[in-house]
């Protein structure tokens, strides 16, 4: 067995809570590149941010909360609404990375992540690294979900997700099922249908909000989430609990006739879909913005799921994994959300330097 570069903590992933809990290591007082290091799968700083499609701007995006000790606004003026997101955050990241100077080696995929006598192996496609202890903060943009239904094989259209979607105007001329009831769904919708001909179908009846969204809201939505997580379950979708904003593009979508929606159909078929009823509709693409799932599967010799499919999480902030207390995970459940990604770096970096004896 090769030799295992030995640190205290690894963090895995760069995004937004990889960064803040790196932040918060190092003002624990935790060496760069001793103590602790940080991997990025990524060629570049950005997290997923980078890998967003074109049109989504920082007027069209949820907001960009600042990472801990230094604000978006230093990097990018709040002027600049239409900068493509997946410009102006890899630089405000990049900027962060450099100020900071935290310890980020990049590019190294983890490929898995097991037990060694105590210790915990990260193995990586370059080397391999022994680590009292790991927080993970691999986000979901690496497992993207599309659901299984019958025929799908058989559509000889076009089928993509989410991730892969960069212009609407690829899409003219042809005849677009988009399915899903999140905010990038939306989000495609209102695009697509000024371009071409779309049908949008739903698991579930799309929530909508009209009024502002609240901190009080906020701290609700977290509150559901956690729960679920404290409780071992797999946690739901934000949008699910809190709605989606009623936003003047979507008023004008609606105004147009883009957001009649229909219930899932029962099959796909070589030329479209078909729903229990029998009726059918004809289509070129079918677009799943249907979500992502956790990027955990490098976990998986940890053993960390419990009887009800999800993990047990415990801590201050349910980043802890109680099965495994070396292990904790941010931007995972309540801290899914950027600015509860900040609050769970904090956490994590706290509760894993104390168990470690680090501080």
């Known amino acids: 067995?090769?030799?295992?570069?030995?640190?205290?903590?690894?963090?895995?992933?760069?995004?937004?809570?990889?960064?803040?809990?790196?932040?918060?290591?190092?003002?624990?007082?935790?060496?760069?590149?001793?103590?602790?290091?940080?991997?990025?799968?990524?060629?570049?700083?950005?997290?997923?941010?980078?890998?967003?499609?074109?049109?989504?701007?920082l007027s069209t995006v949820n907001r960009v909360h600042d990472l801990p000790g230094m604000a978006f606004s230093d990097v990018v003026s709040p002027s600049e609404t239409e900068v493509r997101a997946s410009v102006a955050v890899p630089g405000y990241f990049a900027a962060y990375e450099e100020r900071?100077?935290?310890?980020?080696?990049?590019?190294?995929?983890?490929?898995?992540?097991?037990?060694?006598?105590?210790?915990?192996r990260v193995e990586t496609d370059r080397e391999a690294f022994s680590a009292g202890g790991i927080i993970n903060a691999t986000g979901t943009w690496e497992t993207p979900q599309i659901p299984s239904y019958p025929g799908a094989e058989l559509f000889a259209?076009?089928?993509?997700?989410?991730r892969d979607y960069q212009t609407a105007a690829e899409f003219a001329g042809q005849h677009v099922i988009i399915v899903g009831s999140g905010i990038s769904a939306l989000q495609h919708l209102d695009e697509i249908s000024q371009v071409t001909a779309t049908t949008w179908v739903t698991r579930r009846e799309p929530q909508f909000r009209d009024r502002q969204f609240t901190a009080e809201d906020g701290r609700a939505a977290v509150a559901i989430v956690?729960?679920?997580?404290?409780?071992?379950?797999?946690?739901?979708?934000v949008v699910s609990v809190t709605g989606i904003p009623w936003t003047p593009a979507l008023k004008a979508a609606a105004a147009r006739g883009a957001l009649t929606r229909l219930p899932m159909f029962s099959e796909i078929t070589q030329h479209g879909v078909r729903w229990l009823d029998g009726a059918e509709q004809r289509a070129d693409v079918i677009l799943w913005a249907t979500g992502f799932r956790s990027s955990l599967d490098h976990l998986a010799p940890?053993?960390?799921?419990?009887?009800?499919?999800?993990?047990?999480?415990?801590?201050?902030?349910?980043?802890?994994?109680?099965?495994?207390?070396?292990v904790h995970l941010v931007g995972y459940g309540p801290s899914a959300?950027?600015?509860?990604a900040n609050r769970a770096g904090g956490a994590a970096a706290r509760e894993l330097a104390t168990r470690l004896g680090l501080v």
Request: charged content about 25%; glycine content about 14%.
């Open 157 to 162: 259209g076009r089928q993509l997700h989410s």
């Open 226 to 237: 956690e729960d679920k997580v404290r409780n071992g379950l797999v946690p739901g979708s």
């Open 302 to 326: 940890l053993q960390l799921r419990g009887e009800k499919c999800g993990i047990v999480m415990g801590g201050r902030l349910a980043t802890e994994v109680e099965r495994d207390p070396r």
């Open 337 to 340: 959300s950027t600015i509860g």
């Open 1 to 57: 067995m090769r030799g295992a570069i030995k640190v205290d903590i690894v963090v895995i992933g760069a995004g937004q809570a990889g960064l803040s809990s790196a932040y918060h290591l190092m003002k624990l007082g935790l060496r760069p590149g001793r103590n602790f290091i940080v991997l990025d799968k990524n060629e570049k700083p950005g997290g997923a941010w980078q890998h967003r499609w074109p049109s989504l701007t």
């Open 100 to 120: 900071f100077q935290l310890p980020i080696y990049r590019p190294v995929a983890v490929k898995v992540v097991c037990d060694r006598s105590g210790r915990l």
